[in-house]
Nanobody, 126 residues
Framework: VQLQASGGGLVQAGDSLRLSCAAP????????VGWFRQAPGKEHRFVAA????????YYVDSVKGRFTISTDNASNAVYLQMNSLKPEDTAVYFC????????????????????RGKGTQVTVSS
């Protein structure tokens, strides 16, 4: 199963973007699905995750109040709405999935995810 991330782009500070993650063939309801990001020269960092089964989401402090993760049961997709973007949000964003809670997922490295997709570039200019 290959997770498919899309929606990245080049925007100005203060703008919004919406990332999408689809997983054909994967039943999201049994997983937590989330987003990691990797800035140039840095390791993957957790951004947000949502537990499909209980509907609980978890965010890294730096995006709280600006980013919202959500799911669409009909399309089996997960979205990351990113508002008030800052230059420090610039990174390649990856979606990932693992059978665990959203909070536990926030504490695990990207390499520990059961499913990982190719990234989508988000660039925020000042």
């Amino acid at each position: 199963v290959q997770l498919q991330a899309s929606g990245g782009g080049l925007v100005q500070a203060g703008d919004s973007l919406r990332l999408s993650c689809a997983a054909p063939g994967l039943t999201f309801s049994t997983y937590s699905v989330g987003w990691f990001r990797q800035a140039p020269g840095k390791e993957h960092r957790f951004v947000a995750a949502i537990s499909r089964r209980v509907g609980i989401s978890y965010y890294v402090d730096s995006v709280k109040g600006r980013f919202t993760i959500s799911t669409d049961n009909a399309s089996n997709a997960v979205y990351l709405q990113m508002n008030s973007l800052k230059p420090e949000d610039t990174a390649v964003y990856f979606c990932a999935a693992r059978r665990t809670s959203a909070q536990t997922m926030s504490r695990l490295p990207f390499d520990a995810m059961e499913y990982r997709g190719k990234g989508t570039q988000v660039t925020v200019s000042s």
